[in-house]
């Protein structure tokens, strides 16, 4: 894994995640949730890769669980 921001191809579906979500970015407060649906589809993104979690939440990931 690279250090700092996973890259699309380190996020599987169903891997656990902690994302931050648009309306969180300035606080970065951190959801956790399993991955449903990867949304972006170039292999990497400066502020994460942006995914679906199970609970329905889209955020993009900082980190792997």
Known sequence: MTLGIPLRKEIPI?????????????????????????LTSSSSHPHGIKVELDSGEIGRVQKII
């Open 14 to 38: 169903g891997m656990m995640v902690s994302i931050v979500q648009k309306h969180h970015q300035r606080s970065g407060h951190l959801t956790d949730g399993k991955v449903k649906r990867i």
